[in-house]
Every structure is written in C-alpha cells, then in structure tokens.
Nanobody, 120 residues
Framework: VQLQASGGGLVQPGGSLVLSCAAS????????MGWYRQAPGKQRELVAA???????NYADSMRGRFTVSRDNAKNTVYLQMNSLNPEDTAVYYC???????????????WGQGTLVTVSS
C-alpha cells in the first residue's frame, strides 16, 4: 500500500491551497484518513482526520480554515486550506489506517510528505 500526496507549494499569506492524497495497492478498506504536519524544529501534529463515514476531527488552530474530505471510491483524501499564514508552513503528511486483503487487522500508513510554504 502506498499513499501519494500532492498539491504542496508556495502560497502567499491569506491564500489557499488544496492537498490530495491517493492510496493505492492491495486495499480492502480504509478506516480513518487524514493529514498531519511538521514544521521545522517542531513535532508532527494532527491537522485533520476523517472517518470512512465522513466524521471529521480538526486541530483547534485549523478549524474553520481547513476542510478535510475524502472520496472513498478513489481512496483519496483532500485538504482544502484557506486563510493560510506563515505559521502554516510545514511538511504535510497524509495518513491512513488500511485493511488489506487477506489481513484481519488494519495497518497504519504514511505518505511521503508535501511541503507547503506560506510566504510573501
């Protein structure tokens, strides 16, 4: 199973960006999907997560600015980021709990990370 993230880049303060992450491989089902981020010199932190049923969870500092969504048919999770500020600069990692065919348990997977830089 692989998670391939895309959509990072340079954006000006106040701007918007959309990240996407597609899971591929021998996937039976995906439980939670979401995004974490890690800024330079800081620990990785949760940004947002979404269950297979569509329930969402956000870090307090992102609630109201970021929106997480998913397309279960495409095994893809999205992160719409609005009102970006320099403090949002970080490497964003997608994350998923995946149940593979012929396995009875879920496994945690991480994408490779995509850099988001907010700067004028």
């Amino acid at each position: 199973v692989q998670l391939q993230a895309s959509g990072g880049g340079l954006v000006q303060p106040g701007g918007s960006l959309v990240l996407s992450c597609a899971a591929s491989g021998s996937i039976f089902s995906i439980r939670d999907m979401g995004w974490y981020r890690q800024a330079p010199g800081k620990q990785r932190e949760l940004v947002a997560a979404i269950t297979s049923g569509g329930s969402t969870n956000y870090a307090d500092s992102m609630r109201g600015r970021f929106t997480v969504s998913r397309d279960n048919a495409k095994n893809t999770v999205y992160l719409q980021m609005n009102s970006l500020n320099p403090e949002d600069t970080a490497v964003y990692y997608c994350h998923a709990y995946v149940k593979r065919y012929s396995f009875t348990y879920t496994t945690e997977y991480w994408g490779q990370g995509t850099l988001v830089t907010v700067s004028s």
